[in-house]
Every structure is written in C-alpha cells, then in structure tokens.
C-alpha cells in the first residue's frame, strides 16, 4: 500500500479554498462540455484533500459517502486527465497515481522502493528539474514536435535514517 497524508493540499494557494478550487475545477469541466455530476465533485473534492498523488483505490476509498463506483473513478480521472486537471505519475511497480493538477506547476516526486512512500522533492531541485525540462520541450518544438509532454519519475530506496523507525516497529 502507498503512504499518503490527507492533509491539505500544499498545491492549493493558502489563501484559495477548497470550494473555489472546485468551482474553477467544475468551470473547467464546463468549458470542456462536460455535466457536473455528483460524482466528478466528489472525485475532485477528494484530489483536492490530498496532499499527495493517490492511486485510484485510496481516491474511491475516500468517497465512502458517495455512490461513486470504482468503474466511475476511473473514467473520471481519464477525462480530468485529458483536461489537465488532473496530474498522472507512476509508482514504481507500474501502479497509477493521481495528483489535482489546478493549472500550476507540475510537482515531481520521489517514491521509496522501501517503504511505498511518496515525497515531494525539495522546491529547489524541482525549480531546476523544471527548468531543463522546458528548456527540452522548447528544443523538440524548434523541430517541429507538437502537443510535447513529459513524465519524470524518481524511484529509491528510502535512506538509513528514514527506514530505522520502520524497522525498529516491524520488531
């Protein structure tokens, strides 16, 4: 299973609610054509609680007073998607993650093989990735690419200090 907090979320402005952010979600949705349905707001208000990318499982676990299905998270999280309102990385056996993605910066992650973890990287190595990363995508559109993305994916192995209280509760 994928540790993950359920505080609020460090990609929401602090002076923005919750609500806002979900009534700019739903004017997205909109635009786009699509209905709001009670299912997408319970969806998006539970992305926009998470601190952290979640995998589809811990999102439906969190609409535990929705009727939301697990068929229905999943076909939201493609369409929010394919908006960009949504955010998807990977863990490293392949599992999915999905991270509210209100129209900032993408937030990169480093996810521990040892423990499942995910944890942001520090504002400073994600200011430089980020400016590679455009200077690439910038590159590939001079010749001639189009609709260029990305995906950057950080896998290790927790460090000593991080896995000893772990350890140290499995005794």
Do not use: W
């Not at 990318?53 to 929010?80: G, M």
């Not at 998807?88 to 992650?109: A, D």
């Amino acid at each position: 299973m994928i540790a993950t907090t359920q505080t609020s979320n460090p990609l929401i402005q602090s002076n923005v609610s919750v609500e806002s952010s979900l009534e700019q979600a739903c004017g997205r949705l909109k635009a786009a054509g699509l209905r709001i349905t009670q299912p997408r707001i319970a969806i998006l208000s539970a992305l926009l609680k998470r601190s952290q990318p979640a995998t589809i499982e811990q999102i439906h676990d969190d609409l535990t007073n929705s009727s939301c299905d697990l068929v229905t998270v999943y076909r939201c999280l493609a369409a929010f998607e394919e908006l960009g309102l949504v955010r998807r990385s990977y863990f490293h056996n392949g599992t999915s993650l999905y991270q509210i993605q209100m129209g900032g910066e993408p937030v990169y992650h480093v996810v521990s093989k040892t423990d499942n973890t995910v944890e942001s990287l520090s504002p400073e190595l994600t200011a430089e990735l980020r400016a590679v990363i455009k200077k690439i995508e910038a590159d590939l559109k001079t010749q001639g690419y189009g609709e260029v993305s990305h995906m950057a994916e950080f896998f290790a192995t927790a460090p000593a200090a991080v896995r000893q209280p772990a350890m140290a509760h499995a005794s």
